[in-house]
T-cell receptor, first 115, second 117 residues
Framework: GENVEQHPSTLSVQEGDSAVIKCTYS??????FPWYKQELGKRPQLIID?????GEKKDQRIAVTLNKTAKHFSLHITETQPEDSAVYFC??????????????FGKGTMLLVSP | DAGVTQSPTHLIKTRGQQVTLRCSPI?????VSWYQQVLGQGPQFIFQ???????GRGNFPDRFSARQFPNYSSELNVNALLLGDSALYLC????????????????FGEGSRLTVL
């Protein structure tokens, strides 16, 4: 089955700095790679995703890059703000036409943005 | 529109007891998945149901079971509770596109936090 490794486990930055979180996956068939943000006591929420036919995707201050050859993908947050403080999870899956797909999550990165 | 709703939000059980957790998906979503999130870890897949049929099962013992009802709501049952079952249980629904394909995005509920003493 799929295995997702995520680094670092904690990341502290100053407000305005950039933050980068990296993930590797094991199953070369995986074709969908979402990132979820989970604030303390809240539900995980999708912040950005990328599919295997795309190398990079950007949404305002957030971007994700995918290297299929190396089987790794990264989340980049620029101009960090205190409200970006949360736990971020990467995940990977193979979306099949049958409708069955299950996300394999990394262990999470706790991002702390200090004012 | 209401998001994914789960009940109860918190519960405390003792070892050996049984628990039932409930989930209502977003209106129009026919697929429901269950995930277990142990403190400090990422969510781990337990079950996926679609149109009342089990589509997938994660690496969990037979003490874990689930079902989906005609209105697409779902229940997760855990029997013979162990201390290690203490976790946040997340339900997520997903949307089917035309042709039976899924977007991949999961919409999570706030979870049911189970503590086993």
């Amino acid at each position: 089955g799929e295995n997702v490794e995520q680094h670092p486990s904690t990341l502290s930055v100053q407000e305005g700095d950039s933050a980068v979180i990296k993930c590797t996956y094991s199953d070369s068939a995986s074709n969908y790679f979402p990132w979820y943000k989970q604030e303390l006591g809240k539900r995980p929420q999708l912040i950005i995703d990328i599919r295997s036919n795309v190398g990079e995707k950007k949404d305002q201050r957030i971007a994700v890059t995918l290297n299929k050859t190396a089987k790794h993908f990264s989340l980049h947050i620029t101009e960090t703000q205190p409200e970006d403080s949360a736990v971020y999870f990467c995940a990977a899956t193979l979306i099949m036409n049958s409708g069955y797909s299950t996300l394999t999550f990394g262990k999470g990165t706790m991002l702390l943005v200090s004012p | 529109d209401a998001g994914v709703t789960q009940s109860p939000t918190h519960l405390i059980k003792t070892r050996g007891q049984q628990v039932t957790l409930r989930c209502s998906p977003i209106s129009g979503h026919k697929s429901v998945s269950w995930y277990q999130q142990v403190l400090g870890q990422g969510p781990q897949f337990i079950f996926q149901y679609y149109e009342k049929e089990e589509r997938g099962r994660g690496n969990f013992p037979d003490r874990f079971s689930a079902r989906q009802f005609p209105n697409y709501s779902s229940e997760l049952n855990v029997n013979a509770l162990l201390l290690g079952d203490s976790a946040l249980y997340l339900c997520a629904s997903s949307l089917e596109l035309a042709g039976g394909r899924f977007t991949g995005e999961l919409f999570f509920g706030e979870g049911s936090r189970l503590t086993v003493l």
